[in-house]
């Protein structure tokens, strides 16, 4: 069994990344510019902000946060999308979800032009990708595409088994794996709540990916032996090992499932480092115009 | 076993069509009209067009054939595009494919308005099929689909499988059968040309889509007893029995998987007469505005 390291993943995408970004600075390119639109006080999404400003820093990128009052109209929100969609400065943006309740996600997302889309979420990027187009991929199936890529694990003709079917991870990424790439080029199977037989599809996996956001969900029983296990599951669970009082724990049943697995991600270390680096990357193919040519 | 008559029931749709234009008529609103653009002078493309008019016809909408010669250039066509985009009488259009080899395809695909995308090739529409959002889904997965629906199949938790990774057949109705829906909420498998244990996979299926492209593919060893077939290959193969001198073959052998079928499409007369009262229906729906409000 081998540990599939995310976090080491991600320092090596960083350092490659501020490779470039010097590369860039030398040839006196402007450095990518992320921007950010943070509203209201909700602590999780403060934080998640601050660690992309952290990570562009990092790696020499600029970033910029709009912070705004939770209580803006939708008009204001689509008014400040529409001036960074005009802002040659800033190459990519994010608006940090969940909004609040009187501001509709889908209008804000559709939006924003989808060449500074680096979270992926616009419908042109997703209908891209489906379609093999170059596009923003969001975070975290760029991530696990990523990881199975730098540890050159084999996708061809591989039944590849997702559970989940969110919009953000379990499609995308199920998409992504049936594609003719690398990695991709796999037979698809996607599994959810409604899947009946769960076990028995399970156990017909090579590469398990697990996005179903049920913690230990995934057990020994469930997987055949050699399995590639993917787990984007990141449940805070109590806990008294740890000063918060909680800790994160996937959708895999680590202890029973590891022994049978080739290959595996952790949870804490796995997906989740990556899917920073994920945004970075796409920032980065922004300010280059990789993907709207 | 019982038949799926999609002829029949293309012409029940088409005859709600025409009562619905009836409506229409008597509260003095403008009926539906269809517009499309055809290159040059493709025997089969010609064909298709005429059907497309003709169809329109049948069921009251008005429908414009805007015939170019094969050497426009890009620009030109593009042209045209941005005017019926522009043009307030035209509901719905279409661009036949394919295209001349001097002009790219998907570059006219994407100048398309997407409220005008009644073949449902813009990513835009395919973006918010996979996102479950109102959409215009392409002629075929949405004549699938339809057929499912009214032959009152269930779905929800049965194991589809669908051969065939296509981005206008194989991908769209993977992603329809997977979503939280009826039709759909299915287990769904993606098989290809690359996948390895494809009869293992198939003697799963509750619902087999062949969408492959090879005639008579699915033999009756790789279907399991009581299955759901929609067969969506429409191969000429040549005939003796025929004045045209070939016939149309599907992707499954009829005679060899029919007997183990609960339900099953034939060819011709299953699929193939849903595509075009499906982009009917999606020119009602967007002359109605039923997809973009």
Redesign the interface.
């Known amino acids: 069994m081998q540990l599939i390291d995310g976090k080491k993943t991600a320092e090596e995408i960083r350092h490659e990344l501020a490779k470039e970004v010097e590369n860039m600075k030398m040839q006196g390119e402007k450095v990518p510019h992320l921007a950010a639109v943070l509203l209201g006080n909700d602590g999780a999404s403060e934080t998640y902000v601050a660690n992309k400003a952290k990570a562009c820093e990092q790696v020499g990128f600029r970033s910029t946060v709009l912070k705004f009052d939770a209580s803006i109209t939708e008009g204001f929100l689509l008014d400040q999308v529409k001036s960074l969609n005009n802002n040659s400065d800033i190459d990519g943006f994010i608006v940090q979800l969940p909004l609040p309740a009187h501001i509709s996600e889908?209008k804000v997302i559709e939006a924003i032009d989808p060449r500074k889309d680096v979270d992926g979420f616009?419908?042109?990027?997703?209908?891209?990708t489906?379609?093999?187009?170059p596009s923003f991929v969001s975070a975290t199936p760029y991530g696990i595409i990523e990881l199975i890529k730098r540890y050159n694990i084999e996708t061809?003709?591989?039944?590849c088994v997702v559970i989940g079917?969110s919009?953000i991870v379990g499609?995308?990424v199920?998409?992504l794996m049936?594609?003719?790439n690398y990695p991709g080029?796999?037979?698809?199977?996607?599994?959810?709540s409604?899947?009946?037989?769960m076990e028995e599809?399970t156990r017909q996996a090579d590469i398990l990916i697990a996005a179903i956001g049920i913690p230990g969900f995934v057990k020994g029983n469930m997987v055949k032996d050699g399995v590639v296990v993917i787990d984007v599951g990141t449940t805070r669970v109590p806990s008294e090992q740890t000063k918060s009082g909680f800790k994160l724990k996937g959708d895999v049943d680590f202890d029973e499932v590891a022994p049978k697995a080739s290959y595996i991600t952790p949870v804490p270390g796995g997906v989740g480092p990556m899917t920073i680096v994920s945004l970075l990357k796409n920032t980065f193919l922004a300010a280059r115009g990789e993907i709207y040519k």
């Open positions: 889908q616009h419908p042109v990027n997703i209908g891209r489906l379609l093999g187009m061809q003709g591989k039944h079917r919009n499609r995308p199920s998409v049936s594609l003719k080029d796999a037979t698809v199977t996607v599994c959810h409604r899947t009946r037989n599809i």
